[in-house]
Protein backbone atom coordinates (compact mmCIF):
# COMPACT_ATOMS: atom_id res chain seq x y z
CA UNK A 1 0.00 0.00 0.00
CA UNK A 2 1.71 3.35 -1.14
CA UNK A 3 1.49 6.26 1.42
CA UNK A 4 -0.71 8.09 -0.78
CA UNK A 5 -3.34 5.92 -0.38
CA UNK A 6 -3.11 4.63 2.80
CA UNK A 7 -3.87 8.51 3.60
CA UNK A 8 -6.33 8.68 0.83
CA UNK A 9 -7.78 5.56 2.37
CA UNK A 10 -8.10 6.63 6.42
CA UNK A 11 -9.62 10.34 4.89
CA UNK A 12 -12.34 8.15 2.81
CA UNK A 13 -13.20 5.92 5.89
CA UNK A 14 -13.18 8.92 8.85
CA UNK A 15 -15.53 10.56 7.00
CA UNK A 16 -17.83 7.92 6.21
CA UNK A 17 -17.70 6.45 10.15
CA UNK A 18 -18.82 10.06 10.52
CA UNK A 19 -21.45 10.14 7.94
CA UNK A 20 -23.11 6.66 8.82
CA UNK A 21 -23.23 7.42 12.52
CA UNK A 22 -24.68 10.55 11.94
CA UNK A 23 -27.07 8.81 9.28
CA UNK A 24 -27.93 6.23 12.02
CA UNK A 25 -29.50 9.01 14.57
CA UNK A 26 -30.96 10.67 11.96
CA UNK A 27 -32.73 8.06 10.75
CA UNK A 28 -34.79 6.65 13.67
CA UNK A 29 -34.98 3.03 14.23
CA UNK A 30 -36.49 1.25 11.72
CA UNK A 31 -33.39 0.23 9.39
CA UNK A 32 -30.91 1.84 11.18
CA UNK A 33 -28.64 -1.17 11.46
CA UNK A 34 -27.62 -1.07 7.97
CA UNK A 35 -25.73 2.26 8.43
CA UNK A 36 -24.59 0.85 12.07
CA UNK A 37 -23.35 -2.22 10.29
CA UNK A 38 -21.46 -0.14 7.76
CA UNK A 39 -20.19 2.02 10.42
CA UNK A 40 -18.68 -0.35 12.97
CA UNK A 41 -16.96 -2.23 9.15
CA UNK A 42 -15.67 1.57 8.51
CA UNK A 43 -14.18 1.90 11.74
CA UNK A 44 -12.33 -1.27 11.77
CA UNK A 45 -10.98 -0.37 8.38
CA UNK A 46 -9.20 2.67 10.07
CA UNK A 47 -7.80 -0.11 12.46
CA UNK A 48 -6.51 -2.25 9.59
CA UNK A 49 -4.15 0.42 8.43
CA UNK A 50 -2.49 0.99 11.35
CA UNK A 51 0.77 -1.22 10.01
CA UNK A 52 0.65 1.29 6.69
CA UNK A 53 -0.32 4.60 8.69
CA UNK A 54 2.65 3.94 11.48
CA UNK A 55 5.55 4.06 9.01
CA UNK A 56 4.19 7.15 7.87
CA UNK A 57 3.87 8.77 11.46
CA UNK A 58 7.07 7.52 12.10
CA UNK A 59 8.69 9.21 8.89
CA UNK A 60 6.76 12.41 9.59
CA UNK A 61 7.59 12.74 13.23
CA UNK A 62 10.69 13.03 12.15
CA UNK A 63 10.63 15.56 9.45
CA UNK A 64 7.86 17.68 10.88
CA UNK A 65 9.57 18.07 14.41
CA UNK A 66 7.77 20.35 16.63
CA UNK A 67 4.82 20.62 13.92
CA UNK A 68 3.03 17.45 14.80
CA UNK A 69 0.50 18.67 17.44
CA UNK A 70 -2.64 18.68 14.98
CA UNK A 71 -1.57 14.91 14.55
CA UNK A 72 -0.40 13.84 17.27
CA UNK A 73 -4.34 15.84 18.57
CA UNK A 74 -5.84 13.63 16.05
CA UNK A 75 -4.35 10.69 16.78
CA UNK A 76 -5.14 10.53 20.35
CA UNK A 77 -8.74 11.88 19.17
CA UNK A 78 -9.05 8.89 16.66
CA UNK A 79 -8.20 6.11 19.49
CA UNK A 80 -10.61 7.65 21.83
CA UNK A 81 -13.43 7.25 19.34
CA UNK A 82 -12.14 3.65 18.34
CA UNK A 83 -11.92 2.62 22.12
CA UNK A 84 -15.13 3.93 23.02
CA UNK A 85 -17.03 2.55 20.17
CA UNK A 86 -16.00 -0.93 20.91
CA UNK A 87 -16.35 -0.54 24.37
CA UNK A 88 -19.80 0.18 24.20
CA UNK A 89 -20.74 -2.16 21.99
CA UNK A 90 -19.26 -4.95 23.40
CA UNK A 91 -18.50 -4.43 27.14
CA UNK A 92 -21.67 -2.66 27.36
CA UNK A 93 -19.16 0.11 28.97
CA UNK A 94 -21.82 3.54 29.43
CA UNK A 95 -19.97 6.08 30.77
CA UNK A 96 -16.41 7.65 31.53
CA UNK A 97 -16.84 9.78 34.97
CA UNK A 98 -19.40 12.43 34.51
CA UNK A 99 -19.49 11.78 30.49
CA UNK A 100 -21.43 8.67 28.83
CA UNK A 101 -20.09 6.71 26.23
CA UNK A 102 -21.78 8.00 23.31
CA UNK A 103 -20.76 11.84 24.48
CA UNK A 104 -17.68 10.89 24.47
CA UNK A 105 -17.45 8.77 21.30
CA UNK A 106 -19.59 11.12 19.10
CA UNK A 107 -17.54 14.20 20.37
CA UNK A 108 -14.76 12.37 20.33
CA UNK A 109 -15.52 10.90 16.16
CA UNK A 110 -17.04 14.47 15.25
CA UNK A 111 -14.14 16.96 16.45
CA UNK A 112 -11.59 13.87 14.83
CA UNK A 113 -13.06 14.56 11.55
CA UNK A 114 -12.71 18.46 11.71
CA UNK A 115 -9.05 17.54 12.87
CA UNK A 116 -8.72 15.33 9.85
CA UNK A 117 -9.95 17.73 7.85
CA UNK A 118 -7.24 20.04 9.03
CA UNK A 119 -4.19 17.27 9.11
CA UNK A 120 -4.92 16.91 5.46
CA UNK A 121 -4.51 20.34 4.57
CA UNK A 122 -1.25 20.61 6.57
CA UNK A 123 -0.08 17.47 4.97
CA UNK A 124 -1.91 17.72 1.19
CA UNK A 125 -1.98 14.25 -0.51
CA UNK A 126 -3.13 15.03 -4.63
CA UNK A 127 -5.54 12.23 -5.61
CA UNK A 128 -3.57 11.15 -8.68
CA UNK A 129 -5.35 8.54 -11.82
CA UNK A 130 -3.90 5.61 -10.68
CA UNK A 131 -5.79 5.79 -7.22
CA UNK A 132 -8.54 5.32 -8.82
CA UNK A 133 -6.68 1.97 -10.83
CA UNK A 134 -7.90 -1.64 -10.42
CA UNK A 135 -4.64 -2.10 -7.70
CA UNK A 136 -5.38 0.85 -5.71
CA UNK A 137 -9.70 -0.06 -5.57
CA UNK A 138 -8.33 -3.77 -5.22
CA UNK A 139 -6.39 -2.87 -2.21
CA UNK A 140 -9.21 -1.00 -0.80
CA UNK A 141 -11.89 -3.40 -1.13
CA UNK A 142 -8.85 -6.14 0.66
CA UNK A 143 -8.85 -3.57 3.73
CA UNK A 144 -12.76 -3.58 3.88
CA UNK A 145 -12.69 -6.81 3.31
CA UNK A 146 -10.75 -7.89 6.57
CA UNK A 147 -12.72 -5.34 8.71
CA UNK A 148 -15.92 -7.01 7.24
CA UNK A 149 -14.19 -9.69 8.55
CA UNK A 150 -13.03 -8.30 12.37
CA UNK A 151 -16.86 -7.15 12.61
CA UNK A 152 -18.08 -10.73 12.11
CA UNK A 153 -15.93 -12.02 14.56
CA UNK A 154 -16.14 -9.08 17.21
CA UNK A 155 -19.79 -9.50 16.75
CA UNK A 156 -19.92 -13.17 16.94
CA UNK A 157 -17.76 -12.90 19.93
CA UNK A 158 -19.94 -10.74 21.94
CA UNK A 159 -22.76 -13.07 21.38
CA UNK A 160 -20.78 -16.43 21.94
CA UNK A 161 -19.42 -14.71 25.20
CA UNK A 162 -22.12 -13.48 26.26
CA UNK A 163 -20.98 -9.81 26.55
CA UNK A 164 -23.41 -7.25 27.50
CA UNK A 165 -22.69 -5.89 24.06
CA UNK A 166 -25.68 -8.87 23.23
CA UNK A 167 -28.21 -7.57 24.84
CA UNK A 168 -28.29 -3.71 23.07
CA UNK A 169 -31.06 -2.78 20.43
CA UNK A 170 -30.61 -2.72 16.65
CA UNK A 171 -29.60 1.27 17.67
CA UNK A 172 -26.87 0.10 19.75
CA UNK A 173 -29.30 1.16 23.07
CA UNK A 174 -29.00 -0.51 25.90
CA UNK A 175 -32.58 -0.78 28.60
CA UNK A 176 -33.27 1.28 31.24
CA UNK A 177 -35.98 1.53 33.48
CA UNK A 178 -38.61 0.12 31.28
CA UNK A 179 -41.84 0.02 32.90
CA UNK A 180 -40.86 2.21 35.79
CA UNK A 181 -40.18 5.95 34.55
CA UNK A 182 -38.68 7.39 37.84
CA UNK A 183 -35.85 4.86 36.56
CA UNK A 184 -35.94 6.26 33.32
CA UNK A 185 -33.13 8.97 33.05
CA UNK A 186 -33.62 12.60 32.41
CA UNK A 187 -31.46 13.67 29.97
CA UNK A 188 -31.39 16.87 27.22
CA UNK A 189 -29.98 17.07 23.61
CA UNK A 190 -27.40 19.31 24.48
CA UNK A 191 -28.11 21.78 27.50
CA UNK A 192 -31.40 22.39 27.83
CA UNK A 193 -32.32 23.05 31.41
CA UNK A 194 -36.24 21.95 33.05
CA UNK A 195 -37.92 24.71 33.36
CA UNK A 196 -40.29 25.50 36.47
CA UNK A 197 -43.62 25.50 34.96
CA UNK A 198 -47.20 25.94 37.52
CA UNK A 199 -49.19 23.07 35.46
CA UNK A 200 -52.38 25.10 37.40
CA UNK A 201 -51.06 28.18 35.27
CA UNK A 202 -49.87 26.20 32.08
CA UNK A 203 -51.77 26.36 28.86
CA UNK A 204 -51.13 24.47 25.46
CA UNK A 205 -51.50 26.80 22.48
CA UNK A 206 -53.06 25.15 19.12
CA UNK A 207 -53.95 27.99 16.65
CA UNK A 208 -56.57 29.57 18.40
CA UNK A 209 -57.05 27.21 20.56
CA UNK A 210 -55.59 26.41 24.24
CA UNK A 211 -55.84 23.23 26.32
CA UNK A 212 -55.24 22.83 29.99
CA UNK A 213 -53.49 19.46 31.07
CA UNK A 214 -56.71 17.75 32.17
CA UNK A 215 -58.20 18.60 28.85
CA UNK A 216 -55.67 16.86 27.11
CA UNK A 217 -55.20 14.24 29.21
CA UNK A 218 -58.98 13.61 29.02
CA UNK A 219 -58.39 12.48 25.69
CA UNK A 220 -56.86 9.42 26.84
CA UNK A 221 -55.33 8.51 24.12
CA UNK A 222 -52.35 5.66 24.88
CA UNK A 223 -49.50 4.18 23.53
CA UNK A 224 -46.72 1.71 24.62
CA UNK A 225 -42.99 2.70 23.24
CA UNK A 226 -39.60 2.92 23.26
CA UNK A 227 -37.83 6.45 23.86
CA UNK A 228 -34.23 5.61 21.81
CA UNK A 229 -31.92 8.36 22.98
CA UNK A 230 -28.82 8.59 21.01
CA UNK A 231 -26.82 9.21 24.52
CA UNK A 232 -26.99 5.24 24.02
CA UNK A 233 -30.20 3.74 26.51
CA UNK A 234 -33.70 2.98 25.83
CA UNK A 235 -36.81 2.97 27.74
CA UNK A 236 -40.40 1.47 27.07
CA UNK A 237 -43.04 2.77 28.92
CA UNK A 238 -47.17 3.25 28.62
CA UNK A 239 -47.77 6.79 27.25
CA UNK A 240 -50.78 8.67 27.50
CA UNK A 241 -52.60 11.75 26.08
CA UNK A 242 -53.87 13.33 23.03
CA UNK A 243 -53.19 12.18 19.62
CA UNK A 244 -51.72 15.48 17.64
CA UNK A 245 -54.28 14.61 15.19
CA UNK A 246 -57.18 15.15 17.48
CA UNK A 247 -55.46 18.70 18.71
CA UNK A 248 -54.95 20.15 15.54
CA UNK A 249 -58.74 18.98 14.20
CA UNK A 250 -58.84 20.02 10.56
CA UNK A 251 -56.21 22.92 10.55
CA UNK A 252 -54.48 22.39 6.92
CA UNK A 253 -50.65 23.01 5.89
CA UNK A 254 -47.84 20.72 5.40
CA UNK A 255 -46.01 20.13 8.76
CA UNK A 256 -46.81 20.39 12.86
CA UNK A 257 -44.17 22.27 14.58
CA UNK A 258 -43.58 21.40 18.20
CA UNK A 259 -42.11 24.30 20.47
CA UNK A 260 -41.29 23.57 23.50
CA UNK A 261 -41.52 26.55 26.79
CA UNK A 262 -37.42 26.43 26.62
CA UNK A 263 -37.55 27.43 22.74
CA UNK A 264 -36.51 23.60 22.24
CA UNK A 265 -38.31 22.43 18.87
CA UNK A 266 -38.70 20.20 16.07
CA UNK A 267 -40.73 20.38 13.00
CA UNK A 268 -43.04 16.80 11.66
CA UNK A 269 -44.66 15.90 8.56
CA UNK A 270 -48.60 16.26 9.16
CA UNK A 271 -49.03 12.76 7.46
CA UNK A 272 -47.83 12.22 11.08
CA UNK A 273 -50.24 13.77 13.16
CA UNK A 274 -52.37 10.84 14.12
CA UNK A 275 -48.86 8.52 15.49
CA UNK A 276 -47.51 11.63 17.44
CA UNK A 277 -48.79 11.86 20.90
CA UNK A 278 -48.90 14.79 23.12
CA UNK A 279 -48.21 12.99 26.63
CA UNK A 280 -49.37 14.21 30.58
CA UNK A 281 -49.34 10.84 31.50
CA UNK A 282 -46.58 8.17 31.70
CA UNK A 283 -47.03 4.70 33.21
CA UNK A 284 -50.06 5.74 34.57
CA UNK A 285 -48.63 9.11 36.72
CA UNK A 286 -48.73 12.55 35.66
CA UNK A 287 -45.31 13.00 34.18
CA UNK A 288 -42.14 14.50 36.22
CA UNK A 289 -41.09 18.25 35.77
CA UNK A 290 -37.82 15.97 34.13
CA UNK A 291 -39.27 13.93 32.29
CA UNK A 292 -41.36 16.95 30.50
CA UNK A 293 -44.63 18.05 32.76
CA UNK A 294 -46.64 19.35 31.96
CA UNK A 295 -46.98 17.84 28.43
CA UNK A 296 -43.76 16.19 26.19
CA UNK A 297 -44.18 14.88 22.64
CA UNK A 298 -43.93 10.84 22.18
CA UNK A 299 -42.59 10.02 18.81
CA UNK A 300 -42.55 6.57 17.99
CA UNK A 301 -40.03 5.48 15.90
CA UNK A 302 -38.10 8.65 16.01
CA UNK A 303 -34.52 9.08 18.22
CA UNK A 304 -34.76 10.72 21.53
CA UNK A 305 -34.32 14.66 20.36
CA UNK A 306 -37.57 14.53 18.77
CA UNK A 307 -39.36 13.85 21.70
CA UNK A 308 -39.62 17.55 22.60
CA UNK A 309 -40.52 18.35 26.31
CA UNK A 310 -42.42 21.32 27.92
CA UNK A 311 -44.33 21.46 24.81
CA UNK A 312 -46.24 24.51 25.26
CA UNK A 313 -46.87 25.32 21.53
CA UNK A 314 -48.31 23.42 18.57
CA UNK A 315 -48.44 25.26 14.99
CA UNK A 316 -49.63 23.75 11.77
CA UNK A 317 -48.39 25.69 8.52
CA UNK A 318 -47.04 25.66 5.39
CA UNK A 319 -43.32 25.03 5.76
CA UNK A 320 -41.84 21.63 4.83
CA UNK A 321 -40.82 19.83 7.35
CA UNK A 322 -37.60 19.10 6.03
CA UNK A 323 -36.87 22.75 6.45
CA UNK A 324 -34.87 22.68 9.90
CA UNK A 325 -31.63 22.05 10.29
CA UNK A 326 -31.03 17.70 10.96
CA UNK A 327 -29.98 17.96 14.46
CA UNK A 328 -31.12 20.09 17.05
CA UNK A 329 -28.74 23.41 17.55
CA UNK A 330 -30.16 23.89 20.94
C1 LIG B 1 -6.74 8.43 11.39
C2 LIG B 1 -6.42 9.60 10.90
C3 LIG B 1 -5.01 10.14 10.91
C4 LIG B 1 -4.12 10.18 11.94
C5 LIG B 1 -4.36 9.73 13.38
C6 LIG B 1 -2.90 10.78 11.42
C7 LIG B 1 -1.76 10.99 12.18
C8 LIG B 1 -0.56 11.42 11.67
C9 LIG B 1 0.65 11.63 12.43
C10 LIG B 1 0.73 11.47 13.95
C11 LIG B 1 1.63 11.98 11.57
C12 LIG B 1 3.08 12.29 11.92
C13 LIG B 1 3.26 13.71 12.35
C14 LIG B 1 3.14 14.69 11.22
O1 LIG B 1 3.83 14.56 10.21
O2 LIG B 1 2.31 15.60 11.34
C15 LIG B 1 1.05 12.01 10.25
C16 LIG B 1 1.73 12.30 9.08
C17 LIG B 1 1.12 12.48 7.86
N1 LIG B 1 -0.22 12.45 7.59
FE1 LIG B 1 -1.62 11.76 8.84
N2 LIG B 1 -3.07 11.08 10.10
C18 LIG B 1 -4.34 10.71 9.75
C19 LIG B 1 -4.93 10.87 8.52
C20 LIG B 1 -4.34 11.49 7.45
C21 LIG B 1 -5.01 11.90 6.25
C22 LIG B 1 -6.52 11.74 6.00
C23 LIG B 1 -4.07 12.47 5.43
C24 LIG B 1 -4.21 13.07 4.07
C25 LIG B 1 -5.23 12.82 3.26
C26 LIG B 1 -2.81 12.40 6.12
C27 LIG B 1 -1.59 12.83 5.61
C28 LIG B 1 -0.39 12.74 6.26
C29 LIG B 1 0.89 12.93 5.63
C30 LIG B 1 1.13 13.26 4.17
C31 LIG B 1 1.86 12.75 6.63
C32 LIG B 1 3.36 12.68 6.46
C33 LIG B 1 4.04 13.95 6.59
C34 LIG B 1 5.49 13.77 6.24
O3 LIG B 1 6.03 12.64 6.22
O4 LIG B 1 6.06 14.82 6.05
N3 LIG B 1 -3.01 11.82 7.35
N4 LIG B 1 -0.29 11.66 10.34
C1 LIG C 1 -15.66 9.46 12.81
C2 LIG C 1 -15.09 8.58 13.55
C3 LIG C 1 -15.79 7.36 14.13
C4 LIG C 1 -15.26 6.12 14.16
C5 LIG C 1 -13.89 5.69 13.63
C6 LIG C 1 -16.22 5.26 14.81
C7 LIG C 1 -16.04 3.92 15.05
C8 LIG C 1 -16.90 3.10 15.76
C9 LIG C 1 -16.63 1.74 16.15
C10 LIG C 1 -15.35 0.96 15.81
C11 LIG C 1 -17.71 1.29 16.83
C12 LIG C 1 -17.89 -0.12 17.42
C13 LIG C 1 -18.66 -0.93 16.44
C14 LIG C 1 -18.93 -2.35 16.87
O1 LIG C 1 -18.09 -2.98 17.53
O2 LIG C 1 -20.02 -2.84 16.53
C15 LIG C 1 -18.68 2.36 16.88
C16 LIG C 1 -19.92 2.29 17.46
C17 LIG C 1 -20.87 3.29 17.39
N1 LIG C 1 -20.71 4.54 16.83
FE1 LIG C 1 -19.04 5.29 16.01
N2 LIG C 1 -17.34 6.00 15.14
C18 LIG C 1 -17.12 7.30 14.75
C19 LIG C 1 -17.98 8.36 14.89
C20 LIG C 1 -19.32 8.25 15.28
C21 LIG C 1 -20.30 9.31 15.22
C22 LIG C 1 -20.03 10.73 14.73
C23 LIG C 1 -21.49 8.76 15.66
C24 LIG C 1 -22.85 9.37 15.79
C25 LIG C 1 -23.20 10.55 15.38
C26 LIG C 1 -21.24 7.38 16.02
C27 LIG C 1 -22.18 6.50 16.51
C28 LIG C 1 -21.92 5.21 16.93
C29 LIG C 1 -22.90 4.34 17.55
C30 LIG C 1 -24.38 4.66 17.81
C31 LIG C 1 -22.24 3.15 17.86
C32 LIG C 1 -22.84 1.91 18.55
C33 LIG C 1 -23.29 0.95 17.52
C34 LIG C 1 -23.71 -0.37 18.11
O3 LIG C 1 -23.41 -0.67 19.26
O4 LIG C 1 -24.35 -1.12 17.37
N3 LIG C 1 -19.91 7.10 15.77
N4 LIG C 1 -18.15 3.45 16.22
N1 LIG D 1 -37.21 20.87 25.33
C1 LIG D 1 -36.42 19.81 25.17
N2 LIG D 1 -36.96 18.62 24.89
C2 LIG D 1 -36.16 17.52 24.76
C3 LIG D 1 -34.75 17.62 24.88
C4 LIG D 1 -34.20 18.90 25.15
O1 LIG D 1 -32.97 19.08 25.26
N3 LIG D 1 -35.06 19.97 25.29
N4 LIG D 1 -33.96 16.49 24.73
C5 LIG D 1 -34.51 15.37 23.95
C6 LIG D 1 -33.73 14.16 24.09
S1 LIG D 1 -32.20 14.15 23.34
C7 LIG D 1 -34.22 13.03 24.70
S2 LIG D 1 -33.39 11.57 24.67
C8 LIG D 1 -35.48 13.07 25.46
C9 LIG D 1 -35.21 12.60 26.88
O2 LIG D 1 -36.42 12.50 27.60
P1 LIG D 1 -36.40 12.14 29.14
O3 LIG D 1 -35.54 13.20 29.83
O4 LIG D 1 -37.82 12.16 29.56
O5 LIG D 1 -35.77 10.79 29.29
O6 LIG D 1 -36.05 14.37 25.50
C10 LIG D 1 -35.98 15.10 24.29
N5 LIG D 1 -36.74 16.32 24.46
MO1 LIG E 1 -31.30 11.98 23.67
Known amino acids: MSRRLTNLLLLAFLTGAF ?6 FGIGTGWVRLPLVFHAVLGFAVVALIPWKSVIVRHGLKVNTGQAATSLALLLLVVVTIASGLLFSTAGVRSYGPLTAMQVHVGGGTLALILTLVHARQRPVRPRAIDLERRSLLRAGAVLGAAGAAYVGVSGATTLLRLPGRDSRPTGSYERGSGDPAAM ?9 TPSIAVEDWQLRVGGSTYDRDAIAAFEDEITTILDCTGGWYSEQIWSGARLDRLIGDRAGRSIRIRSATGYERRFPIAEASSLLLATHVGGEPLSAGHGAPARLVAPGRRGFWWVKWVNEIVVDDRSWWLQPPFPLT
Do not use: R
Request: no cysteine; net charge negative; hydrophobic share 40%.
Open 185 to 193: PVTSWLNDG
Open 19 to 24: LTGWTA
